[in-house]
């Protein structure tokens, strides 16, 4: 059974940087496919960043040059480096992993970008 555990999120200023975590056990996440999603009330969930086995990575438009997502095989650990923050960024942040054919949801990290 996948589990997928997000830590790092918290209260940061426009412009500051923030790294969140996600914590796999029942997968490698080196050797599947491992996304961060962000969602806010009333809109739906949607994709930030990806990761495919080999290393390749995608995001959206909005974080691309400000944020990166990585995987440290050693300790099983995805993480999501995010630089020059802004309001629009602020949302509850999910990790996400494809394996098996089974797609796996972490309960989320809320970021919130405020002065």
């Known amino acids: 059974q996948v589990h997928l555990l997000e830590s790092g999120g918290g209260l940061v200023q426009p412009g500051g940087s923030l790294v969140l975590s996600c914590a796999a056990s029942g997968i490698l996440v080196g050797h599947n496919l491992m996304g961060w999603y962000r969602q806010t009330p009333g809109k739906e969930r949607e994709l930030v960043a990806t990761?495919?086995?080999?290393?390749?990575?995608n995001y959206i438009d909005r974080v691309k040059g400000r944020f990166s997502i990585s995987t440290d095989i050693a300790t099983n650990i995805v993480y999501l480096k995010m630089n020059n923050v802004d309001p629009e960024d602020t949302a509850v942040y999910y990790c996400n992993s494809y394996a098996r054919g089974v797609m796996t949801w972490g309960r989320g990290t809320q970021v919130t970008v405020s002065s």
């Open positions: 990761i495919e086995r080999g290393g390749t990575t």
